[in-house]
């Protein structure tokens, strides 16, 4: 019982020692930078090396175990992702496999690294087919990514398991970081470099390794820029592209290519035949469909998708009078047809470092790995040459001495001691001579082995030459530059360079108001402000249905063109175009879907802009101001803020101010007219507004403009209309904010002026 009792007492001495204290910050402080540096080191950057990821890297060298290479045949996808999975890389097999289709997609990969046969995806964005459908092998350029690594070109370190080995980083004898581009995002970084012409490239490293200190002008001569496995035209000024190499930082305006194509009697189409990289087709024609249907882009008829193999797509414009780089400018603007491609060059250098290189310092990193490999493999040649040469001179002795080397071997039981006591062998000498099979003595002439000898001893002594010249180094440097350059450049088959350089044509796409087309419409707006817009100008008076509970408020003539305007309760003024309002045909749709008005304001006027014209706004409590039009247009759904209001004011007038008006009448609930000079009221953009007329109580009733010498007009109960001219109406002519007079015998009894 003692026993238990002392184990349940609590944990041992030494395990409160592992416990340690630290502050929580620093602690989770501690494990983000693991988990970044890891992030940067081991999955988001390339290596600026071989241009890969770690997930890429681990592909191809575990298809090179499975000897995938081009001239053999396919294998499963789904195997090749087991094995990375199962011997270099723990994690999910999808995105092994995504890793693995994006090297296989001719239109993702300027090279595609790897041979995939079955369905890869294609431009559209539809998925490839699981891994179990498709096969795959490396193509001839990724050989080059791996010829060395039997020759100790690299490090190799052991995989996450420690029973295997991989390579820290590839020979690399073809410049893929800059052929293919990388894109990732890291903690705190990113990368995102475009594929290039990689003709260009090997062009620029010969140049760099003649001229060490060239400069990034004279490299741009012969790499000019991205070069797009899609193709398209690049309109970046050269000035940008020079300091976006310089720098590793920029970007480049990427177009689509297109061409116009006759249809006869004045009417054409133009054909899209290239898109840029990394848009996939469905969505850019979804987009461009969208634009046509919401009539954003009224000179655009229709667009079609008439791809096969080669991307196809029909733009329809309006009509024959349409210009076509006009057009184009427009969708140019709108759509993904034209995209800014980044430039980051963000990459690991050679110490596993992350840092922004320029276009200069990624060539030369290229070159110094290339040295370094020629280096290793040098040194790896002639330690193999030097054991075989051993072995051939253990060889010529004993073919100088072959029948005493019979009679040991017949007569001794251990043969070697006394053979290399013998005849001065060492013990790799003698193995060699005891494992020779019976059937190589007729092979053993002293000339061929002398022959096999020199040939040995010469690669030996050049191999040797260039472990300690430079100038030779780079030599063979050069040549494999040029043997990839013969092998994949412009004389291959996909080596020419796909993508194109222009200047963006000096013309302005075409705006929104320039491409409605003007027509007549009747703009309807009930109580309940639902709105709409019937065709044509229809007679203000006609009989027109509306939702039950529900009356006419508003009904005036406008043109599509036209831009409404909404004053509301609150002193704000809302836009609204007119070709955006729903058909006459339904009852409409609540204005308050079309801009953001607060459900407890109401609708004070609608009415169409009309530029130069000018308004009187007002409150109930008699303040207001003169506004142009022009000032009170809203940009945005929120509209814009013109007569500030208070709690006990609401906004409640705006009355158009006639050409030759110069009056102001005003008429209080008080039944008090007051005129006076249109001129003593302010003209601004926002405010509270100047006082219109004095009251004791209430406040004003209606407002209008006119002019004097016209008189004051009303209309009465009868259907008569009268007028108030000269003497009559002289007397409630007075200072703007005095107190008026009585209204006049006969003004109507709802005290408004109409």
Not at 115 to 135: H, I, K, S, W
Not at 270 to 298: D, G
Not at 446 to 475: N, P
Request: hydrophobic share 40%; net charge negative; aromatic share 6%.
């Amino acid at each position: 019982m003692a026993m238990n009792d002392e184990t349940k007492s609590g944990p041992p001495e030494d395990e409160d020692d592992r416990i340690v204290s630290e502050a929580l910050g620093r602690a989770l402080g501690g494990r983000y930078l693991t988990y970044a540096l890891s992030t940067i080191m081991h999955r988001a950057l390339p290596d600026v090396r071989d241009g890969l990821k770690p997930v890429h890297r681990r592909i191809l060298y575990a298809m090179r175990q499975m000897r995938l290479n081009p001239e053999g045949g396919f294998k499963k996808s789904a195997k090749v992702v087991g094995e990375v999975m199962g011997s270099f890389h723990p994690h999910g097999d999808q995105s092994i496999y995504d890793a693995m289709v994006r090297l296989a997609q001719d239109f993702a990969s300027r090279y595609p690294l790897v041979d995939g046969q079955g369905n890869f995806g294609n431009l559209d964005g539809d998925n490839p087919a699981a891994m179990r459908y498709t096969e795959s092998r490396l193509t001839p350029i990724a050989l080059t990514l791996l010829e060395g690594l039997s020759d100790d070109a690299v490090d190799f370190r052991p995989n996450y398991d420690g029973e295997e080995l991989e390579p820290d980083v590839l020979p690399a004898a073809f410049p893929n970081l800059l052929a293919n581009g990388a894109t990732g995002i890291a903690v705190g970084m990113a990368t995102a470099i475009p594929p290039h012409n990689v003709d260009e490239l090997c062009q620029g490293l010969l140049h760099l390794l003649k001229t060490p200190g060239a400069t990034v002008e004279k490299l741009v001569d012969l790499i000019p820029g991205p070069d797009f496995p899609t193709g398209g035209i690049i309109v970046e000024p050269r000035a940008n592209i020079i300091e976006a190499y310089r720098t590793g930082r920029g970007g480049f305006r990427l177009r689509s290519r297109w061409h116009r194509e006759d249809l006869g009697r004045g009417r054409y189409q133009i054909v899209v035949t290239e898109i840029p990289h990394a848009i996939q087709k469905s969505r850019l024609i979804e987009r461009i469909a969208a634009l046509v249907m919401e009539r954003k882009v009224p000179i655009l008829a229709n667009v079609n998708d008439e791809s096969a193999e080669d991307v196809r797509v029909v733009l329809e414009p309006r009509s024959g009078t349409v210009d076509p780089d006009v057009l184009m400018e427009t969708l140019f603007k709108q759509t993904d047809l034209e995209v800014r491609v980044p430039l980051n060059l963000n990459v690991l250098d050679a110490t596993r470092t992350p840092r922004v290189m320029s276009l200069r310092e990624a060539l030369q990193a290229f070159l110094d790995h290339r040295r370094e490999v020629l280096l290793r493999r040098s040194r790896h040649r002639i330690g193999k040459i030097d054991a075989r040469v051993e072995v051939l001179d253990g060889y010529i002795i004993a073919f100088l001495n072959l029948d005493r080397v019979i009679e040991i071997i017949r007569n001794e039981d251990e043969p070697k001691p006394i053979m290399m006591a013998e005849f001065s062998l060492t013990d790799v000498q003698a193995e060699a001579i005891l494992n020779m099979r019976l059937r190589s003595l007729r092979k053993l002439e002293e000339m061929q082995l002398r022959d096999e000898r020199e040939k040995l001893v010469a690669e030996r002594e050049g191999l040797t030459a260039i472990l300690e010249s430079e100038d030779l180094q780079s030599s063979k440097i050069a040549d494999e530059l040029r043997d990839i350059r013969k092998r994949f450049g412009v004389k291959a088959e996909g080596g020419a360079r796909r993508t194109d350089f222009a200047e963006a044509p000096r013309i302005e796409a075409a705006s929104m108001d320039a491409m409605i087309e003007r027509e007549p419409i009747t703009v309807i707006c009930s109580e309940k402000g639902w709105i709409r817009a019937m065709k044509g100008h229809a007679a203000l008076d006609a009989d027109v249905k509306y939702k039950d509970g529900d009356g006419p408020r508003f009904m005036f003539h406008a043109q599509t063109t036209d831009k409404l305007l909404l004053f509301a309760t609150n002193g704000r003024v809302y836009t609204l175009p007119a070709d955006k309002l729903p058909g006459g045909r339904s009852m409409g749709e609540p204005v308050r879907l079309m801009v953001d008005l607060p459900n407890e304001e109401q609708m004070v006027a609608l009415f169409a802009h009309v530029p130069g014209a000018k308004r009187i706004v007002a409150s109930n409590d008699g303040r207001g101001f003169v506004v142009a039009e022009a000032d009170a247009v809203a940009q945005t759904r929120t509209g814009k803020q013109v007569l500030n209001t208070d709690p006990l004011s609401r906004a409640a007038y705006c009355v158009e101010i006639g050409s030759e008006d110069d009056t102001v009448a005003v008429v209080g609930e008080n039944r008090k007219v007051l005129l006076f000079p249109l001129s003593e009221l302010p003209e601004m953009t926002r405010g509270k507004g100047v006082l219109l007329q004095r009251y004791k109580d209430g406040g004003m009733n209606d407002l209008r403009t006119l002019k004097l010498e016209e008189g004051l007009s009303w209309l009465m109960s009868g259907g008569k209309t009268r007028t108030v001219v000269g003497e009559d109406l002289a007397e409630y002519v007075g200072k703007r904010a005095s107190a008026g007079r009585m209204a006049p015998h006969g003004f109507p009894r709802d005290n408004r002026f109409s």
